[in-house]
């Protein structure tokens, strides 16, 4: 059994393929985490590795005798001990995972084992997304009931995994039994102390335009933390990390990793402590948190997906990868090949009219794409970005026959039509802000804060939300819509809810980021096979919660495919390939005016969801060929690409070669029968040189047939980009990962290759 109750020592065990999880209830009830680490064989105890050391005049438990204390029981005081889970009051110094307030004030929490069961399911959670197990799966769910030693507050863990997946989801139910409230002042999703102090921590960082840079550093004795106070995850900061050896790299070592399912404000900490042992804590941040629990309540924190390898950063990434794609994102287009699509926003801003529309849609399909978005600037009198939001009808000037005759032209042109929505938004030029002023949130008698314009709309309220949706729906229903991008584009401030009273305004924050799931499965609920991308300015709510209902996200406003070099690779420690928005857009390029080939374009919106974002009026013929050249190349790879395994080759972050940096990635599906692996040199280069590149995931034992596709730029003046194809020969798959495959670095700017690597017999 992979979850294992042991009477004798009191033990829990919790086994999934690779990995064990073991925590004991020793003296007074107290639950005390053991290990966690790599698989152990089936009964082993691992008792004898509580502390047995406690740091002086640590605050000890009332009830042990001084005689115990004297004999060692020391060792179990909070500060000492290896929490399971770490409340305040008692003496852990340590961030905890609960802080409240009972009636009386007080703030001492002591919580101390009730009772437990092992059920094989794994329950979802009420109002938030989680993992799933899938009809063939197997999963196993820990409940332990925690109770305060005196007041009736308990606290049940949940510890779940599913057979094939090295991977623990925990979270916790906070249930209030006092006869009156609980005050919540901190609800974090897990700690996991770990007995060793020589760690790095790999966490993720940026701002709008450069999501999720990565960040690796040893940890120092004290506090890292990251989190948001932005209302969403945000572009500055993401709730996901690692904690490996300082020597642990893409193949080797030991780590382990935490993702958050939760798209608001979130901490993420990793504490070195005096005592040399590191703890890790994630989850909603207490900065804007305060929960108001009335008696005989619930509340669930978000769930946390806890993994552990010791074979090295790119492994825990493709094991988060296989969870989040299967076992995180529902629907059909979880399986399903998804169009290629093309957006206007880079190509035509706010000006745009149906005739406008359909000729992008009509020259876009001569090279291979499916669909075509509409994004901001359809409805109301949305010229510019400070009016009209919460408007959801359409700009009759712009698109004189209505959502359906655009829609119809579009299909009658095969294609597929998507829309572009900001549903929790609200502009003061509009018929919604008119109409409910109240629905903006803002402190009374305080002037809200605007940003790009725009305000919040309250949807902590059921009856915003579902008015919203109504409109949405309404046009979602009256053609076949077949996608919508679903955008939030500014950080919430002023948090207040005209619902709550005084002392609840304190669960504003929550209560949005619920109200943003309710409307999610609002909409999915109504429109099940609609393809859904969210998006936040760029990638500001880029996370597994929001995962749960959109599978795929936009990665950043930033298109250069140099610059998405680095916050491809920084998403990609966490996310599946499959959920990362990413586009060809113009060369130059609208912001940084880098001057990318199509190729390179091509190959690096194929690490994402492949699409465009230009009007092809300014292309030549020649880059149209190119474009259906990736298109096509796109479509047939599809599937390795998106359900194959990812490895990472070469860093953006590391300096390879003298001249340049180059980074390398592949895709290899599951049967190891064909890969795709991308070569991208960052820096121009002069005299041209060699590399030889060790590639990952192929089966030794097989021979594959490598076919290339390369820059090759041509001294002409006006420069001439031509794609060449060669055949490079055939390989074993020994020495391609063994010695390596050449890889000329010739003269050019960021010179890109694509390589098919197939097996041959
Ligand atoms: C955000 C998105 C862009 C685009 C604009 C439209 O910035 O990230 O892709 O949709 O909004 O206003």
């Known amino acids: 059994m992979p979850i294992t109750f042991n009477k004798q020592n009191m033990t829990f065990t919790i086994n999934t393929e690779n990995t064990t999880y073991q925590m004991a209830v020793v003296e007074y009830g107290l639950l005390t985490h053991l290990y966690y680490g790599q698989r152990v064989k089936n009964g082993t105890d691992l008792t004898y590795l509580l502390n047995r050391y406690a740091a002086a005049r640590a605050s000890t438990y009332n009830e042990i005798p001084y005689e115990e204390f004297e004999k060692g029981a020391a060792r179990l005081c909070p500060q000492a001990r290896f929490q399971e889970y770490s409340t305040f009051g008692i003496g852990d ?72 997946h090295d991977m623990i989801m925990r979270s916790q139910k906070i249930i209030n039994k006092t006869g009156k409230p609980f005050f919540i002042n901190s609800a974090l999703s897990f700690n996991l102390d770990i007995r060793r102090s020589d760690l790095d921590l790999i966490s993720l960082y940026g701002k709008s335009n450069n999501e999720r840079y990565m960040d690796r550093a040893p940890l120092k004795h004290g506090k890292f933390s990251t989190d948001s106070t932005a209302g969403a995850t945000s572009n500055f900061s993401s709730p996901a990390f690692m904690v490996c050896e300082h020597n ?72 988060y990868h296989d969870i989040i794609r299967y076992n995180v994102c529902r629907g059909k287009w979880k399986k399903e090949q998804r169009p290629v699509l093309t957006n206007n926003w880079e190509a035509t801003v706010f000006e745009f009219n149906t005739d406008k529309l359909v000729e992008i849609a009509k020259d876009a399909k001569a090279f291979g794409v499916d669909m075509l978005v509409v994004d901001d600037g359809w409805f ?308 041209p040189n060699e590399i030889f590149i060790k590639l990952k995931g192929l089966d030794p034992n097989k021979n594959y047939k490598l076919f290339a596709y390369s820059d090759g730029l041509e001294n002409t003046r006006p420069f001439k980009s031509i794609i060449k194809e060669e055949e490079l020969g055939v390989f074993s798959g020994e020495v391609l990962m063994k010695a390596g495959l050449h890889y000329s670095l010739i003269r050019g700017d960021n010179r890109t290759s694509l390589i098919e690597i197939d097996e041959v017999e």
């Open 248 to 319: 642990a790299d893409e193949e080797h070592g030991e780590c382990y990793g935490a993702v958050l399912m939760y798209s608001g404000n979130f901490v993420a900490s990793a504490e070195l402590d005096y005592n040399d042992r590191v703890r890790l804590t994630m989850g909603i941040n207490p900065t804007t948190f305060n929960w108001k629990l009335k008696n005989n309540e619930e509340f669930t924190t978000p769930e946390v997906i806890l993994g552990y390898t010791d074979k090295g950063i790119g492994q825990l990434s493709r094991n």
């Open 380 to 687: 109301g009198h949305r010229d510019w970005d400070n009016t009209s939001l919460g408007d959801w009808y359409v700009d009759k000037k712009k698109l004189p026959g209505g959502m359906e005759d655009l829609c119809k032209r579009i299909n009658d042109l095969d294609m597929k039509l998507g829309l572009w929505f900001e549903p929790e938004m609200i502009s003061e030029d509009s018929d919604l802000y008119r109409a409910h002023p109240d629905w903006a949130i803002k402190v009374p008698n305080r002037a809200p804060m605007r940003s790009r314009w725009q305000y919040v709309l309250d949807i902590t309220r059921q009856e915003v939300r579902d008015y919203i949706i109504d409109m949405i729906s309404k046009v979602i229903g009256c053609c076949p819509i077949a996608y919508i991008k679903w955008d939030m584009n500014r950080n919430i401030t002023d948090a207040y809810s005209l619902n709550l009273k005084a002392d609840e305004q304190g669960e504003f924050y929550h209560r949005y980021v619920l109200g943003v799931y309710d409307m999610f499965e609002q909409i999915i609920e109504r429109f099940p096979n609609l393809l859904i991308e969210s998006c936040c300015g760029g990638g500001g709510r880029f996370d597994a919660g929001i995962m749960y209902y959109s599978p795929q996200i936009w990665t950043s406003d930033n298109t250069d495919p140099i610059h998405r070099l680095k916050i491809q690779y920084g998403t990609s420690l966490f996310y599946p390939i499959s959920t990362m928005g990413a586009h060809v857009a113009y060369a130059p390029n609208i912001n940084t005016y880098h001057n990318a080939t199509v190729l390179q374009r091509g190959v690096v919106a194929m690490a994402g969801t492949f699409g465009y974002e230009l009007d092809p009026m300014h292309e030549t013929e020649e880059s149209m060929a190119q474009m259906l050249k990736m298109t096509q190349l796109y479509k047939k790879h599809y599937f390795t690409i998106n359900h194959g395994d990812y490895y990472r080759v070469l860093s953006p972050y590391d300096q390879q070669t003298v001249i340049t940096r180059i980074d390398a990635w592949q895709f290899v599906s599951k049967d190891k029968k064909s890969a795709l692996l991308s070569i991208v040199q960052m820096d121009n280069v002069n005299d």
């Open 93 to 164: 110094r340590r961030t905890p995972c609960l802080i409240g307030r009972f009636a009386n004030g007080g703030g001492t929490i002591d919580l101390r084992y009730h009772s437990h069961k092992i059920i094989h399911s794994k329950p979802a959670l009420m109002g938030l997304p989680s993992v799933y197990a899938n009809e063939n799966e197997k999963a196993h769910t820990l409940i332990i009931k925690m109770k305060d030693k005196a007041e009736k507050l308990f606290v049940e863990l949940y510890y779940s995994i599913i057979d094939g």
